[in-house]
């Protein structure tokens, strides 16, 4: 499977094309830290397993991107996007406010045969970035951490999808909660 | 809009809101994100009785009772909440909206607020401390000690921010200029956005995006208010009094008079003579950054020198009138002359005053009339309750400084005999001057 990042903003048609542009350019910005370079391969695992060819063709200026936690976090949300429109039942990612920042929530598309207009929101989307991984903080050892919330809840409990992108291996795990 | 559209717009304009916020433009940040509350509570209305809309429903209301918190709404939050509690959110949702909740019930009764707004203030400010010198108030602050000094302090504000904008506009490119640089003085206002009290810490900001200048709209006017607070914090707040090389720089960026109305209020309010101290601390108001010594001579004199124009000024008005005086003694037609000026009144201002090596400096420069009358100079300061008449023009003023040194060396020496009017009186003195001894 080929996927061309910049083609987040076709995907993801209730956000803006300049907000799905910052998120293509920060994931570019974290592939090519490691460094990476178009073609590259994206090893998923979880509700798919498989890999996926990265594809790019904008030159970012990097002069804006320094801070490393922030284009991790966009980077990852990026690509968890497109792991969550293809590889989950939803294809639809909502956003909400909460006080330190923004949820990410899935949903059918309004085309759907299951769109519901009074109940568009469906699961909640958990995602997660490493640039690099340590012994202490793991692509393994956060889907294990991820692994355990998940048998400890029961199925009354808000749907919940979690995603997990690592850079530098360039890894991609994406499970229902 | 449908209910979808109207959560997405919400969305949308409280992300805006948040990128204004990080480039600290208030007055847009509370646009935006009040505009977002709005249609985010209207989409969430649209499922108050939908309960089986869930997790919808209660993620609506926890993000438009988010909003209103925001927007510092915080009855209208708990409404919100309470609405999103009365469905069947999930368990999950449900903590959250309970976090939210504590938070907001937390803010509402606690008169400490903590919102964005303060947020931002308190990462900009200076965190001051005042502490009396003397331990017979075991910790405790002195009410008076701490007015006059946040007094002092927002006047020598006032003051760098009028000289700034005198320095930086362009006459040209404001309508009414005077009307203009009053009304910005005026406005330039410290905020104090945190306080603990015991002894007194303050933080210090300003925020001068939320002062209404309608007739400047000049990208030079918008550069200088966004500058002002931070330039006043290295100028006056962080700057080194002692040290030559500062003093050189502000002299070079401020004339004479500008530097005295800066600093003149600062001076006053770490003289020697204070009964409490000024430091500039950590934000825990431990730690201190800068203790503020009382000014010797060499910084009084680099930071607020003295008024020289005044003395020539008097001399001007004296000589013209001891001339005229003289004439009265002589023939007739130079006793006509005395005639006319048989009445003359003049104001005078004063910058600082001096007996026998004793001398005292006006916080801002002091004005009192003089009056010529049937030969004789008279002087009525109501403000220092002084009333003295002197048939010498020397002499009057002579007088003048003599009566204010003692009339304060005796209020001083008297402290606790003093009546409540010359109680008044003595903290008048105090709070507008500053004494060298």
Not at chain 2, 63 to 71: H, I, M, V
Not at chain 2, 115 to 121: A, S, V
Not at chain 2, 202 to 225: C, G, Q, T
Not at chain 2, 412 to 425: M, Q
């Amino acid at each position: 499977m080929n996927l061309s990042l910049e083609d987040l903003k076709d995907a993801m048609i209730y956000f803006s094309p300049i907000q799905c542009l910052g998120l293509t350019e920060n994931c570019i910005v974290a592939l090519e830290e490691i460094p990476y370079q178009t073609g590259c391969e994206l090893e998923v695992s979880g509700l798919h397993t498989g890999k996926i060819t990265l594809d790019w063709h904008t030159v970012v200026n990097k002069n804006g991107y320094k801070e490393k936690k922030k284009y991790t976090e966009k980077g990852a949300e990026a690509l968890s996007f497109f792991l969550a429109m293809n590889y989950t039942e939803y294809d639809i990612v909502e956003e909400s406010i909460i006080s330190t920042g923004v949820d990410y929530w899935l949903g059918y598309g309004e085309n759907h045969e299951k769109y519901d207009p009074l109940n568009f929101i469906k699961a909640r989307l958990e995602i997660s970035g490493i640039l690099r991984e340590t012994p202490t903080n793991s692509f393994k050892k956060r889907i294990e951490e991820k692994k355990k919330q998940t048998e400890a809840s029961d199925n009354t409990g808000l749907p919940a999808y979690v995603s997990i992108i690592e850079f530098s291996n360039l890894k991609g795990h994406i499970s229902k909660k | 809009m449908n209910i979808q559209e109207l959560h997405r717009e919400a969305v949308n304009l409280a992300k805006e809101a948040q990128l204004e916020f990080d480039n600290e433009n208030i007055i847009e940040y509370q646009t935006l994100i009040f505009q977002a509350y709005r249609l985010e509570k209207k989409a969430a209305e649209f499922l108050k009785t939908s309960f089986e809309s869930e997790p919808t429903r209660s993620i609506l209301y926890r993000s438009a009772a988010t909003l209103a918190f925001k927007c510092e709404n915080y009855t209208d939050s708990i409404d919100l909440i309470t609405q999103a509690l009365s469905g069947n959110p999930f368990e999950e949702i449900k903590t959250e909206l309970l976090e939210l909740l504590k938070t907001v019930v937390g803010i509402r009764t606690n008169p400490i607020k903590s919102n964005d707004y303060l947020n931002l203030l308190n990462k900009r400010a200076v965190p001051v401390k005042l502490e009396e010198k003397t331990g017979k108030y075991a910790g405790a602050f002195v009410i008076p000690h701490v007015v006059e000094f946040l007094k002092n302090l927002n006047q020598s504000y006032q003051s760098y921010a009028e000289a700034l904008f005198i320095k930086e506009i362009d006459k040209d490119s404001v309508p009414d200029f005077e009307h203009s640089l009053n009304d910005f003085k005026n406005k330039s206002n410290l905020l104090g956005s945190y306080t603990i009290f015991s002894s007194f810490g303050i933080n210090i900001s300003a925020e001068n995006s939320l002062m209404d200048h309608f007739n400047v709209y000049s990208k030079e006017f918008k550069e200088m208010k966004g500058n002002l607070f931070n330039e006043f914090k290295e100028d006056v707040l962080y700057s080194n009094y002692e040290d030559p090389a500062f003093h050189k720089r502000i002299s070079s960026k401020f004339n004479d008079e500008e530097r005295r109305k800066i600093f003149n209020p600062i001076l006053n309010s770490i003289a020697k003579s204070k009964e409490y101290k000024i430091s500039i601390t950590d934000y825990e108001f431990k730690e201190k950054i800068k203790e503020f010594k009382a000014p010797n001579n060499t910084i009084k004199q680099a930071l607020a020198p003295l008024e020289k124009k005044t003395d020539q000024h008097l001399t001007d008005v004296q000589t013209n009138l001891t001339r005229k005086i003289e004439q009265t003694t002589g023939n007739k037609r130079k006793t006509i002359l005395a005639e006319n000026i048989n009445y003359y009144e003049q104001n005078l201002t004063l910058t600082g005053l001096e007996f026998e090596k004793k001398n005292i400096y006006f916080n801002d420069p002091h004005v009192i009339l003089l009056i010529f009358e049937n030969n004789y100079y008279r002087i009525e300061d109501d403000d220092y309750k002084i009333a003295i008449s002197n048939k010498d023009f020397d002499g009057i003023l002579e007088l003048y400084n003599k009566s204010f040194i003692m009339k304060l060396i005796s209020m001083l020496e008297n402290k606790s005999n003093l009546s409540e009017e010359e109680t008044e009186l003595l903290l008048q003195y105090q709070n507008t001057t500053i004494r060298d001894w």
